[in-house]
Nanobody
Framework: QVQLVESGGGLVQPGGSLRLSCTASGSIFRSYTTAWYRQAPGKQREWVAHITSDGVTYYEDVVKGRFTISRDNAKNSVYLQMNSLNTEDTAVYYC????????WGQGTQVTVSS
């Protein structure tokens, strides 16, 4: 059973930065695509970015240039560096691993507010 644990969320002012982490219970990220999704209050969960097993990255247009997804295989972790945050980025952020039927983490809250 794969376990994904997100961390790094919190309260930040507009224009600030946060780095989210997703850590797995084993060395699996290198073999599968890992994605970050987010769900704002009253909205559907939406894809934000993903990184393939080959290390190729993709971003949703509204975060392109502000967010960076990366992976550290030695630490069994995938990260989402978020810069120039604005209030529209407020959401619960989830890590998703495309392995078998897919695995989700429990989510970490990001709140952007002055």
């Amino acid at each position: 059973q794969v376990q994904l644990v997100e961390s790094g969320g919190g309260l930040v002012q507009p224009g600030g930065s946060l780095r989210l982490s997703c850590t797995a219970s084993g060395s699996i990220f290198r073999s599968y695509t890992t994605a970050w999704y987010r769900q704002a209050p009253g909205k559907q969960r939406e894809w934000v970015a993903h990184i393939t097993s080959d290390g190729v990255t993709y971003y949703e247009d509204v975060v392109k240039g502000r967010f960076t997804i990366s992976r550290d295989n030695a630490k069994n972790s995938v990260y989402l560096q978020m810069n120039s945050l604005n209030t529209e980025d407020t959401a619960v952020y989830y890590c998703h691993l495309s392995m078998r039927g897919g695995y989700w983490g429990q989510g970490t809250q990001v709140t952007v507010s002055s």
